[in-house]
């Protein structure tokens, strides 16, 4: 894998900041997959991806649970370790985009498009659902 990687960065005297970047990416590729599955949300096509990008935050708690005794009012359960999942979910789709932007400027677009398509063929490898689109990004590609 490394290799296909290496044959897509090219060798550049910033080969080693691509590589962990690339690495970087199929990562947060991972993880956001993995949340969707969590969250029973779809990603599959960019409408889908700007409903969870405009879903608003949950309000946050006033006082914790452990600080007061007892059954607080203010304890969600579930429901807040679901808003968490959610504001994760938020945040590395936007940090996503940041990454493929930053990539699209140091390898070009065509470079960065073949190596998030290669981010998603390894997930769907490790059985992962279909590829998330490019999520607007192709301004930047």
Known sequence: MRTERSALLGERPDT???????GELQALQARIAQLSIALRVP???AADVERVLQRPPAPP?????????????DYRGP?????HLWD???????????????LAG??????TQELLDAANAQLQREGFGPAMPDLGLSHVL
């Not at 708690?61 to 009012?73: I, K, M, T, Y």
């Not at 994760?88 to 930053?102: D, F, G, I, K, T």
């Open 88 to 102: 994760e979910l938020r945040a590395l789709l936007v940090l996503r985009y940041q990454l493929c932007s930053r």
């Open 16 to 22: 080693d900041l691509l590589h962990r970047l690339d």
């Open 61 to 73: 708690v006033a006082v914790e649970r452990r600080n007061r005794g007892g059954g607080s009012p």
């Open 43 to 45: 990603l599959e096509t």
């Open 106 to 111: 140091a390898v070009g677009a065509k470079a």
């Open 79 to 83: 429901e807040r370790r679901s808003a």
